[in-house]
C-alpha cells in the first residue's frame, strides 16, 4: 500500500497493524508547553539551525516564521535528520520540517521505522509505543490536536 494512503483512511484493511487506532492522532508543537515550564522556544528552535543561520533566524520576530523559515531551508540540508538521534529528537525534527502542521502519527511512525531506520540504527517500535513516548515528553512541547487542527 502507498504511504500517502496511511492517513487518508483508504485501504483500511491493509493497515499495518495499530495503524487504524490512530488514524486521526496528530502532533505539533505546542509553544504554550514550553513557555509554562519556563523553556524558550526560540533556544529550542536556534539549537537545530546551523551556526551561520542563526541570526537569520533570530531576526524572525514571530516562531512561526522561525518555524517556516526552518522548514523551507534548514530541514532540507543533510545532517538535519540522522537516524543516530534519539527517537524523540527525530520526532521533533520531522514536526519542524514539516512547519509544525499537525503531523499524523502514523506519518511519523513510517518515517522512523521505514525511512530513516537503517541496519546500524534499526526503529523497531510499534504505533502504540510512539504515542506512549510523544505523550510522555516533557522537553519538546509535543501536543496532541484533533483530526480537524
Known amino acids: ?18 495503524y487504524e487506532e490512530f488514524l486521526g492522532v496528530k502532533y505539533v508543537m505546542d509553544p504554550k508547553i ?14 537545530r539551525v546551523p551556526e551561520e543561520g542563526i ?11 522561525q518555524i517556516r523559515e526552518i522548514a523551507k531551508i534548514y530541514a532540507k540540508e543533510s545532517g538535519f535528520l540522522d537516524p543516530a538521534m534519539p527517537l ?4 521533533f525534527r520531522l514536526i519542524l520540517k514539516n512547519g509544525n502542521r499537525p503531523t499524523a ?23 502504540y509505543a510512539l504515542k506512549r513516548i510523544m505523550d510522555s515528553d ?12
Open 34 to 47: 514550553l513557555e509554562e515550564q519556563g523553556r524558550s522556544v526560540e533556544a529550542l528552535l536556534l539549537a
Open 105 to 127: 502519527l502514523n506519518d511519523l511512525h513510517w518515517s522512523l521505522t521505514e525511512d530513516w531506520a537503517n541496519p546500524t540504527h534499526p526503529m523497531a517500535i510499534s504505533v
Open 1 to 18: 500500500m502507498k504511504r500517502e494512503n496511511l492517513t487518508k483512511g483508504q485501504n483500511v484493511k491493509e493497515l499495518p497493524e495499530g
Open 88 to 91: 524523540r529528537e527525530l520526532a
Open 138 to 149: 516533557v522537553y519538546y512541547g509535543f501536543q496532541q490536536v484533533t483530526d480537524g487542527a
Open 55 to 65: 541570526n537569520k533566524i533570530k531576526a524572525l520576530t514571530t516562531f512561526k516564521s
